[in-house]
Nanobody, 127 residues
């Protein structure tokens, strides 16, 4: 699966952005998708993950209640809706995918568990 993230930009604190992760490849609809972010000078961190079906999601505590991960398998695209943005959300956001051909409900929260990565899209939240 090849991934391309988009939708980043500059937004004021309290604002919203929606990131998209467009995929090519036949197995996207059978893949877990995760979003990660990396702020300047910091390590990459997990943001959210969604199961192949879209029925199961999991969020980092720092974004729970503000961010929503979703997917449209018919469009081979996953999304990250980000509301109530804070300056500390400033980072490069990456989407990642891992095949789950067995169609389990397992979600992955660490980067090494993912097989494919997009190129990243930059989000800057001004105070």
């Amino acid at each position: 699966v090849q991934l391309q993230a988009s939708g980043g930009g500059l937004v004021q604190a309290g604002g919203s952005l929606r990131l998209s992760c467009a995929a090519s490849g036949r197995t996207f609809s059978s893949s877990v998708v995760g979003w990660f972010r990396q702020a300047p000078g910091k390590e990459r961190e997990f943001v959210a993950a969604i199961s192949w079906s879209g029925c199961n999601t999991f969020y980092a505590d720092s974004v729970e209640g503000r961010f929503t991960i979703s997917r449209d398998n018919a469009k081979n695209t996953a999304y990250l809706q980000m509301n109530s943005l804070k300056p500390e959300d400033t980072a490069v956001y990456y989407c990642a995918a891992r095949e789950d051909l067995a169609h389990t409900i397992v979600l992955f929260t660490t980067g090494y568990e993912y097989e494919s990565w997009g190129q990243g899209t930059e989000v800057t939240v001004s105070s």
